[in-house]
């Protein structure tokens, strides 16, 4: 089978090598040169873990990988055509920006020349799917293409593991012949018993929605036990620990913290809002969850200003910036959102992060950034742990208490111990503690 992946970011670019180390010659398209460019050259435009050997093996050895900016070219012997262009929020109105998904479906319409499968694997709204084929009818017959949805779960950070030992893969389709056709593509993933969910292209294209948007529930459900914990002295770990090893709710997703950030929950619970309102369908509790966590970083930076009695000129020191470990990806991270709203109020951010610096300067030039966290805690009023980094678990508190002395320490992610903190003569303030 020939495929195409239109879209490199994060979700194109390991859906492309997962396929070729699956053995399909795989051609991967973006309309961005200098990022096909790189490519070509095995350099990854972002920071995820074992993508590059995957890269290299692919584009130099076995040869079933390559990178191109000429859609139609690639599109003519392909069997299969995977969208994974972005579908981010319309800034204002929260429902998903399509156009890239239009484009595509319009280019993918003039390239067409035998049977071949079109495949939505961008989070699209429901109906998304059908609007893409209603696109592509216009030039071509209905005889010679199929369209399927076939969302991705990946996420950053464990990416590939997650896309080639997945939970399940869900597959959306029209017809048994389209239908047939993705199980056999997914057939090295079928023998590890992967469970392949068969269902209308509507059912997949919710999948996926309700699923971010029931994980990010769960986070804002957490949160908001952790506010009460904090009211009433209980510890929301102990809380969360009680409550997840019952197999019903189940452990994960259920960490107190600054709330959820990325790139797709933030988006994909506004669109499913959108969704559902313009279905006229009561969607009240994902409501809430966003409202709530659209207010969590205010209240948060409230509080580290009147915990550390932070002044206009104190310098803090803001370690992590992506919005999770092993991502450089700050799309709406909350250390991001943390940072502008401490710089509103003159307060100078000092900040290290293992891998999302570059991009986080990008977004926010003021932020100054450190060669490590023992430079982004020298002379500083206050710590504030944004992002649970591993080399960020067993910092030297000896260390940084050398050039800085009352320090006061804001563990937004409860990676340490409060006592063996507080022992050391720091403040210390967990989330949910
Ligand atoms: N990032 C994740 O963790 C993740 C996980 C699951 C699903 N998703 C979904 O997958 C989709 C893609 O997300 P992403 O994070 O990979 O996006 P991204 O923004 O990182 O990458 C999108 C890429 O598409 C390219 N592109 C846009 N228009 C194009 C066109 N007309 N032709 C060729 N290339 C074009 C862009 O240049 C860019 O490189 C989104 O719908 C997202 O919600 C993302």
Known sequence: MKLVIIGTGYVGLITGACFAEFGY?????????????????????????????LLDKHLKKTKLLSFSNSLSKSIKDADIIFITVGTPSKRIEGEADLSFVWDVAEEISNSISKYCIVV???????????????????????KDF?????????????????????????????????????????RPLYLLETPIISTTVESAEIIKYASNSFLATKISFINQVADLCEKVGADVQDVAKGMGIDKRIGSKFLHAGPGYGGSCFPKDVKAFIKTAQKHDVDMSILSSVDAFNEERVNQITKNFISKANLKKGDQISLLGLSFKPNTDDVRDSTSLKIAKLLQDKGIVIKSYDPEAMGNAKKENTKIQL???????CIDTKAIIIGTEWNEFRALDFLKIQESSKNLVIFDLRNIYNAKEITNLGFQYFGTGK
């Open 120 to 142: 939505t694997k961008s989070t699209v709204p429901v109906g998304t799917t059908k609007e893409v084929k209603n696109i592509i009818l216009k030039k071509i017959d209905e």
């Open 146 to 186: 199929d369209v399927v949805s076939n969302p991705e779960f990946l996420r950053e950070g464990s990416a590939i593991n997650d896309f080639m030992r997945p939970d399940r893969v869900v597959i959306g389709c029209e017809n048994k012949k389209s239908e047939d056709i993705m199980k056999e593509l997914y």
């Open 25 to 53: 010659q795989t051609v991967c398209i973006d309309k961005d040169e200098n990022r096909v460019k790189d490519l070509n050259n095995s350099k990854c435009p972002f920071f995820e873990p074992g993508v590059d050997a």
């Open 370 to 376: 450190c060669n490590s966290a023992y430079e982004a």
